[in-house]
């Protein structure tokens, strides 16, 4: 059979990952990406510019925003095994795993617990510690009413997943309204903005539900200690250029810097795209490939779709109506000359109005030298994501979309030691810092204004009027919008779907999202192809089987249009509790007589 020749537009982690299953089965790959300097698109790490002050090569690591592994990622992990790094491991050894989640707080002390199973005494301390200073500032009926919730989707079917809760904002679900501002913040807003750059009052209870039980079942298994993970090193370091070398000697060619334009359609089918070079400008046109892949970003797919392919396929329609529902969550990085380590793990801010988490990256990254990079001063590096550029800051009152780039470094240094200098304790200080790293995706747009206007003001006037933007925001999952993912196939029959809005088991905008959609979009190929290798894996998420048994009551009740109620076997339980206290009760009176 002769080779077919595959074009990817788009080489993010769906666009590699899609190269990579078809090239280890025997395809000739092209990629076309428009970053003209990194692979991976939105997992990429950074040369922080200007910081090489010691040595040419020695930029100091930054971040689009920080990396984040939990154990129930399965099809990014597969793939890192297969991917060759030193002394001959895969990147996939280079996870490490966290210990603790901080929820810091203004004015309080931190909640500090384990994000795993207890295996010493000192978890466990940790975890009554977490208990009590929690319950400091949570109500009785708070906490069990938000337990009763996370029982409720625990037990209920996929059915009403889909038809219930992806119509519920998770705000909504958790009745935060009539709740206090404490239970808004540490229970409802906590795993919002630590996944996803989406507001509780949008986010679909679908798809936070889901993600909260995960993370929540390797909490509790024994044998797990993978809730959360992060890379032992910079991500390009650790994990993407390993990536790409390996793409390239499976004869993978990887084009950068190649933006594409337009996207052709002959006789029903695609006939071939238009790529503009980033840097040259030069514009060429590519063709002559069996299938093409679409790996780019919604709002980057949607401003392709055209007439032409709206007559052979109707529903790409869905893509340009998905296309609004993104939002901003970009990283800043602080280059401390002191040795700061938060927690080992993440940081959760629950009173930072620009939705702040971060971690202290160092500490896992053993071995790592920062004598050589920057101005050799650096020993901490802080990561900070930034997930809620439109609420108003806590200082300045302006929204992080309308500031300078130096207003938001300043408001987030604010906020940060807002919430962890408490108590007379100074965790940090202005004099920490020597670099500050935001995003170069977040980038100032100039307002039109005529030549005369603009003579007249200052240039921190000038300044003030400019409106950020960001050339990368991310997919969030908002209620009723899983109807209009697509499938990673389309009805043009040599064109697939590959990135993280394409709908699949992962349900949400990630690294492990566009791996998934790549699998199916390739095993697609495969079909249509006569192709006799293998299809790639593809996994769903586990949970404790014997909630299965509660699950198919629940589904037996969705049938017949019954709201969920406990299962039969809770009840029993809780009237056996019942009967175990009023003996206990009748117990103690009998005692307090004799």
């Known amino acids: 059979m002769t080779q077919k020749k595959i074009c990817i537009l788009g080489g993010g982690v769906a666009g590699m990952s899609a190269a990579h299953e078809l090239a280890e089965r025997g395809f000739s790959v092209d990629v076309f990406d428009r970053n003209p300097l990194y692979v991976g698109g939105k997992a990429r790490s950074v040369n922080v510019p200007d910081t090489n002050i010691i040595s040419p090569d020695g930029y100091l690591p930054g971040e689009h925003g920080f990396r984040f592994f939990p154990g129930f990622y399965k099809h990014v992990t597969d793939t890192m095994k297969r991917i060759p790094f030193k002394d001959g491991k895969s990147v996939f050894d280079n996870l490490v795993s966290t210990d603790t989640v901080e929820i810091a707080q203004k004015g309080l002390m931190p909640i500090i617990a384990p994000v795993h199973f207890p295996t010493s005494w000192e978890n466990i301390v940790e975890i009554f510690e977490s208990f009590m200073q929690a319950e400091k500032e949570l109500s009785k009926a708070e906490i069990d009413f938000f337990s009763m919730r996370i029982w409720q989707l625990m037990t209920s079917c996929s059915d009403r997943f889909l038809d219930e809760y992806e119509s519920i904002s998770w705000w909504e679900y958790l009745k935060a309204d009539t709740f206090s501002s404490a239970y808004q913040t540490l229970l409802v807003d906590g795993l919002t ?120 396929d109707e529903s790409l329609q869905n893509i340009i109506k998905l296309a609004p529902n993104v939002r901003w969550m970009n990283g800043i990085q602080f280059y401390l000359n002191k040795e700061v380590n938060l927690n080992k793990g993440h940081t959760i801010y629950s009173n930072s109005h620009w939705a702040l988490t971060s971690i202290s990256q160092i500490q896992f990254w053993a071995g790592y030298d920062l004598k050589n990079k920057g101005n050799g001063k650096v020993v901490s590096i802080l990561s900070v994501d930034i997930s809620d550029w439109t609420a108003l800051g806590n200082f300045n009152n302006k929204a992080a979309e309308d500031c300078t780039r130096d207003e938001v470094k300043e408001e987030v240094w604010k906020q940060l030691k807002e919430e962890l200098n408490i108590g007379g304790t100074t965790i940090l200080s202005d004099d920490m810092i020597e670099f ?138 809780l009237e056996g509790k019942k009967l175990v206290d009023d003996a206990e009760g009748l117990v103690k009176k009998i005692m307090n007589k004799i």
């Open 193 to 312: 903005r630590s996944l996803v750059a989406c507001q509780a009052q949008m986010a679909s209870t679908r798809t936070v539900g889901t993600i909260f039980l995960q993370l929540l079942y390797l909490m509790i298994d024994i044998d797990s200690n993978t809730t959360d993970r992060v890379l032992n090193g910079p991500t390009n370091d650790q994990w993407l250029n390993p990536w790409l070398a390996y793409l390239q000697s499976l004869k993978v060619n990887y084009n950068k810097g190649q933006n594409v334009t337009q996207i052709f359609m002959k006789d029903g089918l695609i006939s071939g795209a238009e790529l503009t070079d980033i840097n040259t400008k030069a514009i060429k046109n590519i063709s002559g490939y069996d299938y093409y892949l679409l790996c780019t970003p919604v709002e980057r797919a949607a401003a392709l779709i055209n007439n032409d392919m709206l007559k052979v």
């Open 436 to 573: 500050v790293y935001l995003d170069r995706d977040i980038h100032p747009v100039e307002p039109a204004l005529t030549g005369i206007v603009q003579n007249l003001l200052t240039s921190s006037e000038f300044d003030s009027m400019q409106k950020l933007n960001n050339r990368e925001p991310l997919l969030v999952n908002q209620t009723d919008t899983w109807c209009l993912r697509p499938n990673a196939f389309t009805a043009i029959a040599n064109l697939f779907l590959a990135a993280d809005y394409v709908k699949t088991n992962t349900d949400l905008a990630t690294m492990e999202g566009a791996n998934e959609a790549a699998r199916r979009a390739v095993n697609n190929i495969l079909k249509v192809s006569g192709s006799d290798a293998p299809l790639c894996e593809i996994w769903k998420y586990t949970q404790p089987s014997i909630l299965g048994l509660f699950q198919d009551g629940d589904k037996n009740n969705y049938a017949k249009g019954l709201t969920w109620q406990q299962p039969f076997v809770d009840k029993i339980l």
